[in-house]
């Protein structure tokens, strides 16, 4: 087994070997540009990219003209509410979304509040969920988008797509759906969930990093997005830009391998993580999962350590990759918005740890995983008084500290 182990698999993904090979041709022999129609490089190119498309559409049950490359996720979940938002603005400038949604829709829905847009942010419960009378009831006929994420990149929680598909059906609502997290790990149908937007990404499914795709509905409704990007009319007119023809390529052979696998591959994740986290809270009392325990992310493993700080774990366990819930922003050390949206103090948000297992993970580094996380929170809690009144009893909340 070698070090350091990698349990990060939510920021991103190893390249899956078979997805190296079928790109490295494009970087050497069939180097043309899609767009080239002139020559045989060009065709060949144009004929490598279509093949992906049907790759990557497949994934989530869409037709291969319904798939727009991009750059990333980001990049679609901007295309995405942007575009929808500005071309149905005469119809309503309203908009809903959650408080745990990535960034990426988050900070793009404050820019269209800046340019007027209204915009409902959903709150969720301790577990991530969100209400679904709560989405309907916050409907109006100014509504134009729904977005809402499948998995949650931090906690794993999953959104019920289908009841939100219906509901936005329902009310003659477009629904945008950040599937990036989710894709190949849990079952993603557009047609059966209603979504009309999809965004998702290669790096996420062992794919390489800088090329995306943005699902766009072409029947039942067909959907019309305001370009974000222009210049040449690539991708017929939604995204321009000269093809990343490799990228394509290899986020093609990553779909299609996960198509083909995932449904047994997360299996064994899950196991993984189960395993990690039986292993972990074995050994240690005043543990705490965070998001929701049964609708989660098969990978996905989210802990909160009491009486320990996240940043000290991740030096103690220096020889494992994972990622702490707090982020450094601003020379002031945050905790999660998203675990504050579900109402985790502050002390918990702190000693948060995310683990994200993956289709190279194995046992051996899940077990040593346990034993370094065992030991390091340990030897912690051994320096904190704290820890000692709570293992005696003492409600720790109900101290009053006296200052002198």
Not at 104 to 112: E, G, H, I
Not at 278 to 298: K, M, Q, S
Not at 306 to 317: D, K, P, T
Request: with cysteine.
């Amino acid at each position: 087994m070698k070090t350091p182990i990698y349990l990060d698999n939510h920021a991103t993904t190893r390249v899956d070997p078979r997805v190296v090979e079928a790109m490295l041709p494009h970087f050497t022999e069939d180097f043309g540009n899609a767009a080239s129609r002139n020559h045989a490089f060009g065709w060949v190119a144009e004929e490598a990219v279509e093949q992906a498309r049907e790759q990557v559409a497949a994934l989530i049950g869409a037709g291969a003209k319904e798939v727009v490359f991009t750059s990333g996720a980001t990049e679609s979940d901007n295309a995405a509410l942007v575009g929808v938002a500005e071309f149905y603005k005469e119809k309503g400038d309203h908009i809903i979304t959650a408080t745990i949604e990535h960034k990426a829709v988050l900070d793009t829905c404050q820019m269209l509040e800046q340019r007027g847009f209204r915009v409902t942010y959903l709150e969720v419960d301790e577990k991530g969920s969100i209400d679904l009378e709560q989405l309907e009831a916050a409907i109006t006929d100014k509504t134009t988008l729904i977005s809402l994420m499948a998995a949650n990149n931090e906690i794993g929680t999953l959104h019920p797509l289908k009841e939100i598909g219906a509901i936005a059906r329902k009310h003659g609502v477009l629904f945008h759906c950040d599937a990036t997290q989710g894709v190949g790990h849990q079952k993603i149908d557009v047609e059966e969930m209603n979504i009309d937007l999809a965004s998702y990404t290669a790096h996420k499914i062992y794919g390489p990093k800088g090329i995306g795709a943005l699902y766009v509905r072409r029947r039942k409704p067909r959907v019309r997005i305001t370009p974000i990007i222009y210049g040449g009319g690539h991708e017929r007119g939604i995204r321009s830009g000269t093809l990343n023809v490799p990228g394509i390529v290899g986020f093609g052979k990553a779909a299609e391998l996960m198509l083909a696998d995932g449904p047994t591959e997360n299996q064994r994740i899950r196991a993984l993580r189960d395993r990690l986290r039986e292993g972990i809270t074995r050994e240690i009392d005043f543990v705490y999962l965070n998001g929701h325990a049964e609708f989660r992310h098969p990978g996905n493993l989210n802990l909160s350590f009491a009486f320990v700080e996240g940043e000290s774990m991740l030096m103690g366990i220096d020889d494992i990759a994972v990622s702490s819930g707090s982020a450094c922003t601003s020379a002031s050390l945050e905790p999660s918005y998203v675990l504050r949206a579900l109402g985790v103090g502050d002390d918990l948000a702190h000693s948060s740890i995310r683990f994200g297992v993956g289709r190279f993970n194995t046992e051996e580094e899940i077990d040593h995983t346990i034993r370094r996380v065992v030991e390091t929170v340990s030897r912690l809690r051994d320096m904190s008084p704290l820890y000692e009144l709570a293992q005696e009893g003492v409600d720790i909340k109900s101290i009053q500290w006296n200052a002198h």
